[in-house]
Structures are given as C-alpha cells and as structure tokens.
C-alpha cells in the first residue's frame, strides 16, 4: 500500500512537472516567438479586413469587429500565459482567413509575387501551428 | 543580399547546432526538424532573390523560423521536461539578433 501511494506520488510528481515545463516553455519560447511575428500577421490581417469592406464581403461595423478582435489578441499575448491561451483561442480562428485574404490582395495588387506571397503564406500557417501548440493542442 | 542571407542563415544554423549539441541526444529529432526546416526556408528565399517585396519575405521568414523552434522547444518540454527550456530562449535571441542583422 504505502509503495502504491508513493508510487501514485512519483507519477503525479512527474506529470506536474511535464506540465509545468509545457507552460514555462510556452511563456519563454513560444510567446516571445508570437509577439515578435504578430506585427507582420495583423498587417495582413489588416489589409485583407480593408480589401473584404472595399469589396461588400464586410460590413463596417464587422470590419471593427474584427479588428478590435486583432486588438484584444495583441494584448493577450503580453499578458499572462493562461490569459494568452484564453483569448488567442478564441479571437484567432475569425481572424486567420482575413490574414490569407490580405497576401492574397497584395499579390492582385502586384505589390509583391507569388514566392514573398509563400512566404508571408508560411509565417500564417506557423502562426497558426504556434496557437494550437499554445493551447495544448 | 544572397550572400548576406546564406552568411547569416549558416552563422545562425552553426550557433544553434553548437546550443542544441549541448543539451543531449533526446533533442537530436526536433534539432533535425528545424534544420531542415530552416534550410528549407533559406532555399525558398534564395530563389525569389530580387522579387518585388522580398524585404517582406525575409521578415516573414524570420518571424515562420522563430515561430517553429518556439514550438519545438514547447513539444520537447512537454515530452522531455526543462531541460534544455534556457537553451531554447537563448537560441530564440540568437535568432532574433542574427537573422535581423544587416536585413531587416
């Protein structure tokens, strides 16, 4: 009995222990890795925002929407870590087709070619992979 | 500007080696993963040298470079535990340093 007890404590003392460096690792590497690429990805955010409303896809009021979305996201990623999982979770998904749709315009517009547009297309998709490693997914 | 990138990429992927060579044999899978990842992502950019907007694509493949070890060191620490989290923040301020040098 007591080495079934004291073999059920080892276990839980390693699991809380993987569990913390997932979280510390996550704080250290992985939030630091999300600000520093944020500034690129809203801009394309940004601009596929302005392309759906000069198009008719959004309304005014669902372009601040999303935007005031991109706000609370940026926020979220200098704030706690279970704060960042909450509100990344959440906000990103309505946010990341607007983020293609900006590389997109950008290549209709003839400001950049298809390869900068693999590129700017390659730090979404890892943006994305770094939200779902952030939540645990 | 090719000959920039590649120097800062090699010096970038040698001080990294050197990091991770440091920490021991169980990161040996995730340190295979970024370097081919990264010498993927060099490749890509060698190629479209002197297309409009390319000062975009190099910011974007630093930020997608940073992005991936971020999420290898959160997959290591979540399998293996801490051991190499202090290794893995200051790889990130290498890369943050390096491939910012000269380009960006």
């Known amino acids: 009995?007591?080495?079934?007890?004291?073999?059920?404590?080892?276990?839980?003392?390693?699991?809380?222990?993987?569990?913390?460096?997932?979280?510390a690792a996550r704080e250290r590497a992985l939030l630091p890795a999300l600000r520093s690429a944020w500034?690129?990805?809203?801009?394309?955010?940004?601009?596929?925002?302005?392309?759906?409303?000069d198009d008719g896809d959004l309304t005014g009021s669902a372009s601040d929407a999303l935007m005031a979305s991109a706000d609370r996201l940026e926020k979220s990623l200098s704030a706690t870590i279970e704060e960042a999982k909450?509100?990344?979770?959440?906000?990103?998904?309505?946010?990341?087709?607007?983020?293609?749709?900006?590389?997109?315009?950008?290549?209709?517009?003839?400001?950049?070619g298809a390869g900068v547009a693999a590129s700017l297309n390659e730090r979404i998709v890892q943006f994305d992979a770094a939200i779902d490693a952030l939540q645990g997914r | 500007m090719e000959e920039d990138l590649k120097?800062?990429?090699?010096?970038?992927?040698?001080?990294?080696?050197a990091e991770l060579e440091d920490?021991?044999?169980?990161?040996?899978?995730?340190?295979?993963?970024?370097?081919?990842?990264?010498?993927?992502?060099?490749?890509?950019?060698?190629?479209?040298?002197?297309?409009?907007?390319f000062e975009l694509a190099v910011r974007a493949e630093r930020d997608a470079i940073a992005l991936k070890a971020g999420i290898a060191a959160v997959d290591t620490a979540d399998a293996a535990?801490?051991?190499?989290?202090?290794?893995?923040?200051g790889t990130l301020i290498v890369v943050a340093k390096v491939l910012a040098l000269g380009i960006v």
């Open chain 2, 23 to 53: 920490a021991g044999q169980d990161i040996s899978v995730s340190w295979d993963e970024l370097r081919m990842y990264t010498a993927e992502r060099a490749n890509h950019l060698s190629a479209i040298v002197g297309e409009p907007g």
């Open chain 1, 39 to 53: 500034p690129g990805v809203e801009a394309d955010v940004q601009r596929g925002v302005n392309d759906g409303l």
């Open chain 2, 81 to 89: 535990g801490q051991r190499w989290l202090g290794m893995i923040q």
């Open chain 1, 1 to 23: 009995m007591r080495r079934a007890i004291l073999a059920l404590s080892t276990l839980l003392l390693v699991v809380g222990c993987a569990g913390s460096a997932g979280n």
């Open chain 1, 86 to 112: 909450s509100v990344t979770g959440k906000e990103w998904p309505a946010l990341h087709p607007w983020a293609a749709r900006g590389v997109m315009d950008r290549v209709d517009d003839g400001e950049i």
């Open chain 2, 7 to 17: 120097e800062i990429l090699n010096a970038f992927l040698q001080q990294l080696k």
